[in-house]
C-alpha cells in the first residue's frame, strides 16, 4: 500500500499492472515491481488535485468533528474541480453535501460503523447530480482505480482483515506533515499541543476577530429586519415540482389541441379540410402519448431517490 501511494500521491508517476506477477519480495525483504510497459504519469492538474483529494478525505483521522470534515470536504471538492473531474457549473454545494456524506461514510467505516443510508440522506442531490452529469473523469483515473482494486485484491489475498483505506492513513498523515514542513519531531509535538489547548496563532486571530464577526452578524440580522437582504436559495424539491407541472401542462395542452383538431375533422365541409383535421390531430395525439411517456419515467426516477431504501436491501 505504501509503495503505490507513493507513486500516485507523491511522485505522479506509478505502475498500472500490480498483478501478481508483477510483484515479489527479494531476500532483504524489498518489494520488487516487474514490468514496466503498463506505467502512467498525472497531468500536473490531475496530480495536484488528487493530493488535495487523498489530504482532505485522511486529514484529522476517523474521529473528526463534524465541523472540520465540513472545511476538509470543501478542500476535498477543490480538489476535485482542480483535477478536472468536476464540471464546469456544476452544483458545488450539492457537491460538497456529497462530500460529506461520503467523507463520514469513510471514516465510519474505518472505526468498523456501517454507513447511514444514501438515499435517505442526499436522495435529492444525488439524483440532480447524476442527471446533469457533472462527474467527468480523466482516462488516468481508469488506470488508477485498475491498480488500487489490483493492490486490494493482492492484500486480501494474503491477509483477510487487509483494509488499503486503514494503512493509507498513517502514510497520508505522513505526507500532510512533510507539506507543513515541519523542522523536527519537536515542532510537530508543538503544533499538535498547540492545537489541544489553543495557544496557537490561528485561535488568538479567531479571538481577536471574535468581535468583527459578531458585529456582522449583528449588521445582517438588522439587514433582514429592514428588508433589505436578499438571500438566494434553491429547492430541489421545488424545481422538481415545477419540471412535472410543466410536462403535465404540456401533455394537456396536446390533448386539448387534438380534441379541437378532431372536432373540426368531424363538423368540416370538405374532404380536404377533414384530412387536415385528422393529420393535426394525429400530431398532437403522438405529442400527448410521448409526454405522457415522459411523466411516467419522470415519476419512475422520482421514486429512485425518494425511496430510503435499496431494492436488495433486507426488509
Same mark, same amino acid.
Given at each position: 500500500?505504501?509503495?503505490?501511494?507513493?507513486?500516485?500521491? $507523491?511522485?505522479?508517476?506509478?505502475h498500472?499492472?500490480?498483478?501478481?506477477?508483477?510483484?515479489?519480495?527479494?531476500d532483504? !525483504?524489498?518489494?520488487?515491481?516487474?514490468?514496466?510497459?503498463?506505467?502512467?504519469?498525472?497531468?500536473?492538474?490531475?496530480?495536484?488535485?488528487?493530493?488535495?483529494?487523498?489530504?482532505?478525505?485522511?486529514?484529522?483521522g476517523?474521529? @473528526?468533528?463534524?465541523?472540520?470534515?465540513?472545511?476538509?470536504?470543501?478542500?476535498?471538492?477543490?480538489?476535485?474541480?482542480?483535477?478536472?473531474?468536476?464540471?464546469?457549473?456544476?452544483?458545488?454545494?450539492?457537491?460538497?453535501?456529497?462530500?460529506?456524506?461520503?467523507?463520514?461514510?469513510?471514516?465510519?467505516?474505518?472505526?468498523?460503523k456501517?454507513?447511514?443510508?444514501?438515499?435517505?440522506t442526499?436522495?435529492?442531490?444525488?439524483?440532480?447530480?447524476? $442527471?446533469? *452529469?457533472?462527474?467527468?473523469?480523466?482516462?488516468?483515473f481508469?488506470?488508477?482505480?485498475?491498480?488500487?482494486?489490483?493492490?486490494? +485484491?493482492?492484500?486480501?489475498?494474503?491477509?483477510?482483515?487487509?483494509?488499503? +483505506?486503514?494503512?493509507? /492513513?498513517?502514510?497520508?498523515?505522513?505526507?500532510?506533515?512533510?507539506?507543513? !514542513?515541519?523542522?523536527?519531531?519537536?515542532?510537530?509535538?508543538? #503544533?499538535?499541543?498547540?492545537?489541544?489547548?489553543?495557544?496557537?496563532?490561528?485561535? &488568538? *486571530?479567531?479571538?481577536? %476577530?471574535?468581535?468583527?464577526?459578531?458585529?456582522?452578524? $449583528?449588521?445582517? &440580522?438588522?439587514?433582514? $429586519?429592514?428588508?433589505?437582504?436578499? @438571500?438566494?436559495?434553491?429547492?430541489?424539491?421545488?424545481?422538481?415540482?415545477?419540471?412535472?407541472?410543466?410536462?403535465?401542462?404540456?401533455?394537456?395542452? #396536446?390533448?386539448?389541441?387534438?380534441?379541437?383538431?378532431? #372536432?373540426?375533422?368531424? &363538423?368540416?365541409?370538405?374532404?380536404?379540410?377533414? %384530412?387536415?383535421?385528422?393529420?393535426?390531430a394525429?400530431?398532437?395525439?403522438?405529442?400527448?402519448?410521448?409526454?405522457?411517456?415522459?411523466?411516467?419515467?419522470?415519476?419512475?426516477? /422520482?421514486?429512485?431517490?425518494?425511496?430510503?431504501?435499496f431494492?436488495?436491501?433486507?426488509?
Amino acid at each position: 500500500a505504501d509503495a503505490f501511494l507513493k507513486q500516485v500521491v $507523491e511522485t505522479g508517476y506509478f505502475h498500472c499492472d500490480p498483478h501478481p506477477g508483477n510483484l515479489c519480495v527479494d531476500d532483504n !525483504g524489498n518489494l520488487v515491481f516487474y514490468d514496466y510497459g503498463m506505467m502512467d504519469e498525472l497531468k500536473p492538474n490531475v496530480s495536484s488535485g488528487f493530493r488535495k483529494f487523498c489530504t482532505a478525505l485522511f486529514a484529522g483521522g476517523p474521529m @473528526i468533528s463534524d465541523t472540520d470534515l465540513a472545511k476538509n470536504a470543501k478542500k476535498l471538492v477543490d480538489g476535485v474541480e482542480e483535477a478536472g473531474v468536476l464540471a464546469k457549473g456544476a452544483d458545488r454545494l450539492a457537491v460538497e453535501k456529497l462530500a460529506r456524506f461520503f467523507m463520514r461514510s469513510f471514516k465510519d467505516k474505518q472505526l468498523g460503523k456501517s454507513g447511514g443510508n444514501i438515499k435517505q440522506t442526499i436522495g435529492t442531490d444525488l439524483q440532480t447530480l447524476t $442527471e446533469n *452529469n457533472v462527474f467527468r473523469f480523466p482516462s488516468t483515473f481508469t488506470f488508477i482505480f485498475r491498480s488500487f482494486a489490483s493492490i486490494d +485484491g493482492i492484500g486480501k489475498g494474503l491477509d483477510p482483515n487487509y483494509d488499503i +483505506g486503514k494503512l493509507a /492513513q498513517p502514510f497520508v498523515e505522513k505526507f500532510i506533515d512533510a507539506q507543513k !514542513g515541519y523542522k523536527s519531531e519537536s515542532e510537530k509535538k508543538f #503544533n499538535l499541543f498547540s492545537k489541544a489547548t489553543g495557544l496557537n496563532k490561528e485561535d &488568538i *486571530n479567531t479571538a481577536v %476577530s471574535s468581535p468583527k464577526k459578531i458585529a456582522y452578524i $449583528e449588521e445582517t &440580522i438588522r439587514s433582514m $429586519e429592514s428588508g433589505t437582504l436578499k @438571500i438566494r436559495v434553491r429547492s430541489l424539491e421545488n424545481e422538481k415540482a415545477l419540471e412535472r407541472m410543466e410536462l403535465t401542462q404540456g401533455r394537456m395542452e #396536446n390533448i386539448l389541441l387534438c380534441s379541437l383538431l378532431l #372536432n373540426i375533422a368531424g &363538423i368540416a365541409a370538405g374532404p380536404i379540410f377533414s %384530412s387536415i383535421g385528422v393529420l393535426g390531430a394525429t400530431v398532437f395525439g403522438f405529442k400527448a402519448f410521448t409526454t405522457n411517456t415522459k411523466i411516467k419515467k419522470f415519476d419512475k426516477t /422520482q421514486a429512485k431517490f425518494v425511496q430510503t431504501k435499496f431494492v436488495d436491501d433486507e426488509e
